[in-house]
């Protein structure tokens, strides 16, 4: 605490050295003391500077030199959480107001810090910061409920909501947050300034949506035609029965027992409707003796495992309790958790940090497990490991180890998968053009040609993938890479063919030559009702067909031009007329 031991101000000392020493500066002329209001000694504070370990607040040393012994019990920072919920709650009220006033209640002597009461002239709350003290939902100030605390399934679908607070470290401080949490919705988490106090209590922005959601009207159904009145007792009967169903799905007990009471006690409707909800009854009471025969079988595990000294299972099954079986309980199950709660209770600090640190690994395994999940959900769409998968895939295989036997066997398998991917390292996308490889078969997926590859691995094999294989892709690039080898063979084959005709420099050659004057190409040679006169001896096509296009050369199967050998066939031939010939040799028909 900041000032003196009865302050109501906390401090957290940051852990990194570098820290520490602007902290040291910024409150050289302050003092930190073993707050009272923390359960602690009052002595005074010194910081503790350390770059191989965590820096923290420790207490001076005893005069003759023995350790300082401090009883406090809770060292966390969570242990402050009520001065913080105290002040941050005042600012609020004080920005809307009101005065308020506090107090640290201790019922049944609960430890301090466990509740906050918070009054002012048009209402409370009541903030539980831990499970020592349970809520009460009859009274006239509002539970507020911390992270730990649980709540049951009726409640929240009798209150509509309940209202959560959780604090974040920002600094030396600690913020407060308000979630506001509602049956089968996710708890929606606000700023404590974007909360206001209504008539219905303290209210939040999903608050409002909830109740404008609960209290508006149902949509009329149209349809053509004349509408049919239904009987009033009919119509009921079919309320009940959706009614019944609802109960069912979400497991509560009550609900289902005041449903099957109110259809018993129904009269007035036809015989066939009649034997309807006797049947709905009929199986609403198997499921309710299969629902006591549950929870039997919890009690009886909670009063084992208190038998057996399982203080793991204890908490484990008090949860469960607490969700399942929190009113309407016997005389029997009540003995037995108060029995198991005063086993729990009764456990030193060691045993209760190992049962937190069991609790907390076990939760961690269950987030684990569900980010294995999310990651096979976006992986699904894959069959090769790429580089920017990478991420991903770390992560999966990171939170396998941790969820552990959490997965399924199926899931379990997928995540092998992944990592033989990844031990074979990434494989890098190769990169051709669709038009090329769709008319190849692929070797990988056996896809024909015109076809998209599919995935050939995961749950979703045999769908369609988004790029093609690399062994599909790679066959383009080999014949790519094999071209101008195959063209320098058949260019010696044609030396080797012709050997005493002086080598001349090929047409395409010349006319790259820089200079003043160049030579036309070949194309530029021959006159262009030449150019198909003759076969080519390239393709083979025959004369008056166009050129086969074998080297790629535009998008059309076939040539706009001719291949150079076949317009060099047509100049080495003897019986080609030059224009200025032709023209000569007409003149002397027409003079004879």
Request: aromatic content about 6%; some cysteine.
């Amino acid at each position: 605490m900041l000032g003196n031991a009865g302050s109501e101000e906390p401090l957290i000392l940051p852990m990194e050295a570098i820290e520490v020493d602007a902290f040291r500066r910024r409150h050289e002329n302050d003092s930190f003391w073993c707050g009272l209001l923390l359960g602690g000694c009052g002595a005074q504070l010194t910081t503790k500077l350390y770059t191989d370990r965590v820096c923290h607040f420790a207490h001076h040393p005893d005069p003759d030199g023995l350790p300082h012994v401090c009883g406090r019990q809770a060292r966390g920072v969570a242990s402050a959480d009520h001065l913080y919920v105290k002040a941050a709650a005042g600012a609020w009220l004080h920005g809307r107001r009101e005065k308020a006033r506090f107090d640290f209640a201790r019922p049944d002597g609960a430890p301090i810090g466990s509740v906050v009461d918070i009054r002012w002239q048009h209402g409370g709350l009541r903030v539980h910061l831990d499970q020592a003290v349970a809520p009460v939902w009859n009274d006239d100030t509002e539970p507020v409920l911390g992270m730990s605390v649980p709540v049951d399934r009726d409640t929240l679908i009798r209150r509509w909501y309940v209202h959560r607070i959780r604090l974040d470290n920002e600094g030396t401080t600690r913020q407060v947050r308000i979630g506001t949490e509602a049956f089968a919705r996710p708890t929606v988490w606000f700023a404590l300034d974007e909360c206001e106090m209504t008539e219905r209590g303290l209210s939040t922005p999903a608050v409002e949506e909830i109740v404008q959601a609960r209290t508006a009207p149902r949509p009329s159904l149209w349809s053509p035609g004349k509408a049919r009145k239904v009987p009033e007792p009919e119509a009921r009967a079919q309320a009940l029965l959706r009614r019944l169903v609802y109960a069912r799905r979400i497991e509560s007990v009550p609900v289902v027992k005041q449903v099957c009471g109110d259809i018993e006690d129904l009269t007035g409707v036809d015989e066939e409707l009649q034997e309807q909800l006797e049947a709905a009854v009929r199986h609403a009471g198997i499921w309710l003796v299969e629902q006591d025969e549950e929870r039997r079988k919890l009690f009886d595990n909670l009063n084992r495992a208190v038998d057996e000294h399982r203080p793991g299972r204890v908490r484990r099954l008090l949860i469960r309790v607490n969700a399942k079986a929190s009113e309407d309980r016997t005389d029997a199950e009540s003995a037995v958790y108060e029995r198991a709660t005063t086993y729990f209770e009764s456990l030193n600090d060691l045993t209760r940090d190992a049962v937190e640190a069991e609790a907390d690994t076990e939760k961690e395994a269950h987030r684990a497990a569900a980010r294995v999940r999310s990651t096979l959900q976006r992986l699904r769409g894959y069959d090769a490991y790429t580089p920017n998968l990478r991420p991903q895939v770390e992560e999966l295989v990171q939170s396998a180890a941790l969820a552990g036997e959490l997965l399924t066997r199926g899931e379990a398998r997928r995540v092998e998968v992944w990592k033989k991917r990844a031990a074979r390292g990434p494989q890098e996308q190769l990169r051709v053009a669709r038009r090329f490889w769709i008319q190849r078969s692929c070797p990988r997926c056996n896809a024909q040609q015109g076809k998209d590859c599919v995935l050939v691995e995961g749950p979703h094999s045999g769908k369609p993938r988004k790029d093609g294989h690399n062994e599909r892709l790679q066959l383009i690039l080999d014949e790519r890479k094999a071209a101008p080898k195959m063209a320098r063979q058949q260019k010696r084959k044609q030396e080797v063919k012709s050997p005493a005709e002086p080598m001349r420099p090929a047409p395409e050659d010349r006319a790259k030559k820089v200079g003043k004057k160049t030579v036309a190409r070949l194309h530029h040679q021959v006159p262009r009702g030449d150019w198909y006169r003759m076969g080519c001896p390239r393709c083979h096509a025959g004369p008056g067909k166009l050129c086969d296009n074998d080297d790629r050369v535009g998008p059309s199967e076939k040539r706009q031009l001719p291949h150079d050998e076949r317009l060099r066939r047509v100049l080495e031939s003897g019986d080609r007329m030059v224009p200025g010939e032709k023209q000569k040799g007409t003149r002397d028909e027409r003079r004879q």
